[in-house]
């Protein structure tokens, strides 16, 4: 089965600072990969989605950006953090040819001060 | 355009109670539905998913729901709640017919708090 790998666990950082949170999939290949942000532990914003190398789509226009260099490797970048990018951001993603499940890696929480 | 509805922030049961956590939907085709669970500082767990056949859903944990086309609804239920199921849950749907990156959309998340 599918493992989610994510790096840092926890991460706090100064206002404009950069940002690299990365995510790395193992026991499956091709898959698509999401890049959400959960604020006060509520409701999830789908911030990045990426069906292959290469290739991402960006939800809602924002302070980040994301890069897929890899297969299973998924990556979320920011040149500076802002106050408002605090947050948990967690690592998905779903099989091609499945019923489109979501499988959620461990989360990063982002504390920017 | 898909959407879905969690009506209830916050649900309390007595341990040993049945549960209910509600969930509506609205999709133009046929939806997909998902129920995921998430404990404090973790990421979301998947319960249990509605595809086709049978209405009644079993999934983890002692957890199951029920599709209801008529009423668009996909409540996640339980017999006998335990204190160890206290956490947030989250209903989720994709329209069957929508895009490549077969996106879901979430609810905002209802926190069960099941009373000792």
């Known amino acids: 089965s599918q493992t989610i790998h994510q790096w840092p666990a926890t991460l706090v950082q100064p206002v404009g600072s950069p940002l690299s949170l990365e995510c790395t999939v193992e026991?499956?290949?091709?898959?698509?990969l999401y890049w959400y942000r959960q604020a006060a532990g509520r409701g999830l914003q789908l911030l990045f989605y990426?069906?292959?190398?290469?290739?991402i789509s960006s939800e809602v226009p924002q302070n980040l950006s994301a890069s897929r260099p890899q297969d299973r490797q998924f990556i979320l970048s920011s040149k500076k953090l802002l106050l408002s990018d605090s947050g948990f951001y967690l690592c998905?993603?779903?099989?091609?040819?499945?019923?489109?499940?979501?499988?959620f890696g461990p989360g990063t929480r982002l504390t920017v001060l | 355009a898909q959407s879905v509805a969690q009506p209830e922030d916050q649900v309390n049961v007595a341990e040993g109670n049945p549960l209910t956590v509600k969930c509506t939907y609205s999709?133009?085709?046929?939806?997909?539905l998902f129920w995921y669970v998430q404990y404090p500082n973790r990421g979301l767990q998947f319960l249990l998913k509605?595809?086709?056949?049978?209405?009644l859903v079993k999934g983890s944990y002692g957890f199951e729901a029920e599709f209801n086309k008529s009423q668009t609804s996909f409540h996640l239920k339980k017999p006998s709640a335990l204190v160890s199921d206290s956490a947030l849950y989250f209903c989720?749907?994709?329209?069957?017919?929508?895009?490549?990156?077969?996106?879901?959309?979430f609810g905002s998340g209802t926190q069960l708090t099941v009373l000792p």
């Open positions: 999709v133009s085709g046929n939806p997909y």
């Open positions: 998905a993603l779903s099989i091609r040819s499945g019923s489109d499940t979501q499988y």
């Open positions: 989720a749907v994709r329209d069957v017919s929508s895009g490549s990156a077969r996106q879901l959309t």
């Open positions: 990426s069906v292959g190398i290469g290739q």
């Open positions: 509605y595809i086709t056949g049978d209405n």
């Open positions: 026991g499956t290949s091709n898959p698509n």
